[in-house]
């Protein structure tokens, strides 16, 4: 009879992001990760003109990813009481569908399945297949690289999101001020605020296309300033951002100079156990010869 509880955890211990233990886990992360790039560069191909035969083999491939991903979604559900063994079954699962990868692996599966529940009319077919770009942010669990980052994201949420907040701020006050500097000069350019908005975004981010500019002296003015205020707010996220990785990896680098003095202590340890073994024998046989 099967035992539902360690079949369980034998799942749980494939789907994981291995660690270097499990043999089958290893494969298991390589063949996602392998399925994760073959279907983001799918949809790289298919903005070029193709056969008919290359598009309907890019369907199956995408159908086939599809279908894969959609179970090992249904398996990390399945198996979320593992990862939050604290947590009672149906808590656990909740709380592993609200977290930000579980959304992530729905994001990856519902560009499949949606245009089989809803009519087409109802859909934006081509947005919605580009939302199987998403399904690169799997490669979250696979690369400590981009695991670091997104931690770090985490972790200054709320300092990032202040900056991101007082950025939009200044673009809302920046784009009211040149519409107002502006509109009688050049209605046909700043014809509303979202017109300076454009602006605004144009500026603050040093960008600069050019296509929208101010030509009186009131506007420039403004521009100016903007232009400089837009320095120092760029600044802002992108310093949080650097702080944060700085601390991520002195953290990270505690932590490895905490295991190896573990690992020091360990082989301390057995080299007194060693000596002392080896002294009871040598003990022993003196005990012996007399």
């Known amino acids: 009879m099967i035992n539902i509880i360690e079949t369980k955890k034998n799942v749980f211990a494939v789907i994981q992001p291995d660690r270097g233990e499990s043999i089958l886990s290893k494969l298991f992360d390589i063949g996602i990760a392998t ?3 073959g279907s983001v560069a799918s949809v790289f191909i298919a903005t ?7 598009r309907e083999a890019l369907s199956f491939f995408d159908a086939v990813v599809s279908i894969i991903f959609t179970v090992e979604y249904a398996l990390r559900i399945w198996t979320a009481d593992c990862l939050y063994p604290e947590r009672s079954p149906m808590v656990a699962r909740w709380r592993y569908v609200v977290s930000a990868m579980a959304i992530v692996d729905l994001l990856a599966i519902l560009p499949f399945w949606l245009p089989m529940i809803l009519p087409s009319t109802m859909l934006g077919l081509r947005a919605l297949r580009l939302v199987r770009l998403l399904r690169i942010f799997k490669l979250n669990r696979y ?4 695991r ?18 007082f950025i939009l ?11 107002s500097a502006e509109h009688d ?11 300076g908005l454009w602006w605004a975004v144009a500026t603050l981010t040093t960008v600069g296309y050019g296509d929208i500019y101010p030509v009186t002296v009131l506007g420039r003015i403004f521009g100016a300033i903007i232009a400089f205020s837009g320095i120092a707010a760029v600044a802002i996220p992108t310093g949080i951002f650097s ?3 700085s601390e991520r990896i002195q953290r990270d680098r505690g932590k490895a100079d905490e295991l190896i003095q573990a690992g020091e202590m360990n082989e301390e340890c057995r080299r007194l156990i060693r000596e002392f073994v080896k002294a009871w024998k040598s003990e022993k046989q003196k005990q012996k010869g007399a």
């Open 35 to 37: 399925l994760i790039l």
């Open 48 to 54: 070029f003109e193709l056969p008919q035969v290359m």
């Open 143 to 146: 690369f400590d690289a981009m």
């Open 148 to 165: 670091s980052i997104w931690e770090v994201l985490v972790d200054k949420k709320r300092e990032l999101f202040g900056s991101i907040f």
């Open 169 to 179: 701020l200044l673009m809302t006050v920046s784009s009211l001020l040149m519409y």
């Open 185 to 195: 000069a050049q209605p046909e350019v700043f014809r509303n605020a979202f017109s």
């Open 243 to 245: 702080s944060g990785l």
